[in-house]
């Protein structure tokens, strides 16, 4: 994934909102022959670190315990949308929005019942605020044998990368024309995403390709952003990538 800065330039509060607002994440790790692998997880913050508990048969456990680098990252899926919303003629126009932020992270793996049910007591707070369930204590039989079996999993963030893909590329009057064909589309996702295209005409989100933000297309489709030297591009296509940050 390429990280362009008029993406990637989300305002720290919104992209904790995002990700508190999301219930799973993804953990990959690498196995010892280089296979990545992958596994979906409740997940909750505590700082700048990351807890999530896996079975402790579970090869992303000993891929851990092997190799502690690792990327935890959290996206939402919106629209995928037909050239023709953008542009008559040129197919390269359609597109597809999300957002997604990314962890780089280096894990440790805890196997002790203690430490464990301390973890599953925080997660219980974010999933089941409500309670109604037993206090948790390792020695209890009820929780004893399961908490034998788990292993507590805190990934220290290292860096943080984000890519809200969300039409900022175009100009304010494309993301608006974009936005009333998702609304008269109607796709389940649609009302959402149209939604995420007008947070970027906000304040806050209202970042803009380079330069003092104005984009000009050409009669093939392509795309001129001020500040980029006069460099074409595709719709979409890529003014200048932005490094990435570490976690605040």
Request: charged residues 25%.
């Amino acid at each position: 994934m390429i990280f362009h800065g008029y993406y990637s330039d989300v305002p720290d509060a919104e992209l904790d909102r995002f990700v508190e607002s999301q219930e799973l994440g993804r953990l990959v790790t690498v196995g010892a022959d280089g296979t990545p692998h992958i596994g979906l997880y409740p997940f909750v913050r505590d700082g700048g670190a990351i807890d999530l508990h896996l079975v402790q048969a579970d090869e992303q456990v000993a891929d851990l315990d092997a190799r502690p680098r690792c990327v935890f990252e959290v996206d939402e899926t919106l629209a995928v949308i037909p050239s023709y919303w953008v542009h008559p003629e040129y197919g390269g126009s359609a597109t597809a929005y999300h957002r997604t932020v990314i962890f780089e992270c280096v894990g440790a793996v805890t196997r002790d019942p203690v430490a464990v049910a301390a973890q599953q007591v925080r997660l219980l707070a974010r999933y089941q605020p409500e309670g109604g369930f037993r206090p948790l204590d390792p020695v209890d039989p009820l929780y004893r044998g399961a908490l034998a079996q788990l292993a507590a999993v805190r990934l220290e963030v290292t860096t943080r990368r984000a890519k809200f893909k969300l039409g900022q590329n175009r100009p304010a009057e494309a993301r608006r024309r974009i936005m009333s064909e998702l609304r008269k589309r109607g796709r389940p996702l649609d009302g959402r995403a149209a939604d995420a295209l007008a947070w970027t005409l906000t304040a806050d989100g209202g970042t803009t390709p380079s330069g003092d933000g104005r984009t000009t297309v050409t009669e093939d489709g392509r795309t001129t952003a001020a500040g980029d030297g006069g460099q074409t591009q595709a719709p979409g296509g890529p003014v200048r990538p932005i490094q990435a940050r570490p976690t605040p």
